[in-house]
């Protein structure tokens, strides 16, 4: 099983708005990512966690604030977004040893107002 | 045939016919490389991977090579469907302590007329 779940699938909120993206693995995975992906342009890598803790920080704006509650699940906090954010946000996990094969979720479709 | 558009490259082909989607690569210390073709509206799906010490690779219909002296990455996809229709990314990655990082290729949009 290679599944990494996301919810919610579509998310429409405004500027003042606060959201949360969810993100859950039952593979085992100890590292976990979030990526943002404008339309016809490849995944660009935002946040990284490796056993619940974080490594990996793309210079990523403040109003976006990532939490590893546990090894299996991975959150993304929205508030104050601009229009500018609104993509396609996808989350992926890989195994520690061997790991270097990333699997992704289905994405969560953001539009800011 | 295949057309470089603003932002993503195209490849249109017959169904039945063989696809190749050609990728280059920047870093010649890459050990690791992966296909994933993303469908529209989803995210991307890990179709077959290949490490350095090897030039080829082959699943089911899809056959990966790897050129190291020119930095280069195909897939080959043989007697395509419609439903092979999505974008293709190519990726090399780097392992890390306990993750890995991607970087991917441009992306091609592979085409399928039935």
């Known amino acids: 099983d290679t599944e990494v779940t996301q919810t919610p699938k579509h998310l429409v909120m405004g500027m003042t708005n606060k959201k949360s993206l969810k993100c859950e693995q039952h593979?085992?995975?100890?590292?976990m990512y979030w990526y943002k992906q404008k339309a016809k342009k490849p995944p660009e890598l935002m946040f990284v966690y490796s056993y619940e803790k974080l490594s990996i920080n793309e210079s990523v704006p403040s109003r976006f604030s990532p939490e590893c509650p546990n090894s299996s699940l991975l959150n993304l906090h929205l508030h104050a977004l601009q229009p500018e954010d609104s993509a396609l946000y996808l989350c992926a996990s890989s195994q520690k040893y061997g790991g270097e094969t990333q699997y992704f979720g289905p994405g969560t479709r953001l539009l800011v107002l | 045939g295949e057309s470089v558009g603003l932002h993503l490259p195209t490849l249109s082909v017959q169904e039945g016919d063989n696809s190749i989607i050609n990728c280059a690569y920047s870093?010649?210390?890459?050990?690791?490389f992966i296909w994933y073709k993303q469908e529209s509206g989803k995210g991307p799906q890990f179709i077959i991977d290949?490490?350095?010490?090897?030039d080829k690779r082959q699943g089911q219909r899809v056959t990966v090579l790897l050129n190291k002296t020119v930095k280069h990455l195909s897939l080959q996809i043989a007697a395509t469907q419609p439903g092979d229709s999505a974008v293709y990314f190519c990726a090399e990655t780097t392992s890390n302590s306990g993750y890995s990082t991607l970087t991917f290729g441009k992306g091609t949009m592979l085409l399928v007329s039935p």
């Open positions: 870093n010649s210390a890459s050990d690791y």
């Open positions: 290949i490490r350095s010490n090897m």
């Open positions: 593979m085992g995975h100890r590292a």
